[in-house]
């Protein structure tokens, strides 16, 4: 996969592939919106992850801290990161 656009976004699919897991329908929904950046595709993409517990978002959001110091502890920019998330991506398929 290329580099995204949305790092913010490929962030969060990378959370919910490593909480929820890589065949999930959201993980799927969620690639998707990373990959087309397309607003009906993110607006998708929020509906499904509407739809967790407040237990699951929490522990997305705990991945997403730890994914964030990661990076900050290597000193990667923005763009690094987001191209390093593009490439460590699952294909989300079954």
């Known amino acids: 996969m290329a580099a995204t656009s949305n790092p913010a976004l490929a962030l969060l699919a990378k959370s919910i592939a ?3 897991g890589a065949n999930s329908e959201l993980y799927r929904d969620v690639l998707r919106a990373v990959e087309s950046d ?7 993409a929020q509906a499904s992850f509407d739809t967790l517990s407040g237990e699951i978002k929490r522990e997305i959001s705990d991945r997403v801290d730890d994914l964030v110091a990661q990076y900050l502890a290597k000193g990667q920019s923005v763009e690094e ?3 390093a998330l593009a490439e460590d991506l699952p294909d989300g398929m079954a």
């Open 81 to 83: 990161m987001a191209e």
């Open 38 to 44: 397309e607003y009906v595709d993110i607006m998708l």
């Open 18 to 20: 490593d909480v929820v």
